[in-house]
């Protein structure tokens, strides 16, 4: 992934490109797991306020180019979405890898989620697939 297709991603998603924004999209496309608005904030350089960090995540997920990915604690993460995902064909149906010891969060492609029986009188929309275990660094 490169600075190319991260102005491209801006540009698609007609969010106007500064340079804090395109430091964050290169900082979730470098990081292989879930960050939190404290991981964040400790590996960008362009800016310290929170305003802007808080407004860039929240504009990212509402486009989709990040996603919420499950924690073990009350604390939001995201994660870049894979490049399938976009605001239209939006997809997220990947599984998630907790790791029990570094409470790292991934975003697992490889896994094909189950497909689900009709629950009677009930529209399914998403479905989650979580899984615990050592990640590849903890085993
Ligand atoms: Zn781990
Ligand atoms: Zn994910």
């Known amino acids: 992934m490169n600075k190319e297709y991260i ?6 998603n007609k969010i106007r490109k ?4 395109i430091e964050l999209l290169e900082v979730f496309m470098n990081t292989k797991y879930g960050l939190s608005f404290k ?3 400790e590996r960008i ?4 306020d ?15 180019i990040i996603h919420k990915v499950p924690n073990t604690n009350d604390v939001s993460k995201y ?3 894979p490049e399938a995902c976009s605001e239209k064909a939006h997809q ?10 570094c409470e790292k969060t991934f975003c697992v492609d490889e896994i094909e989620l189950p497909i689900l029986k009709k629950v009677k009188g009930y529209k399914i929309k998403r479905s989650n697939l ?9 085993i």
């Not at 102005?7 to 698609?12: R, V």
């Not at 997220?92 to 010891?101: D, L, S, V, W």
């Open 92 to 101: 997220h149906n990947h599984a998630h890898f907790i790791c029990t010891q």
């Open 7 to 12: 102005l491209e991603l801006l540009l698609t």
């Open 18 to 21: 500064t340079q804090f924004r």
């Open 130 to 138: 979580t899984l615990e275990g050592d990640c590849p660094d903890c």
């Open 45 to 48: 350089s362009s800016t310290q």
């Open 39 to 41: 991981d964040v904030k």
């Open 79 to 81: 994660a870049i979405c």
């Open 50 to 64: 929170k305003v802007t960090i808080y407004r860039a995540l929240t504009i990212f997920e509402k486009k989709g």
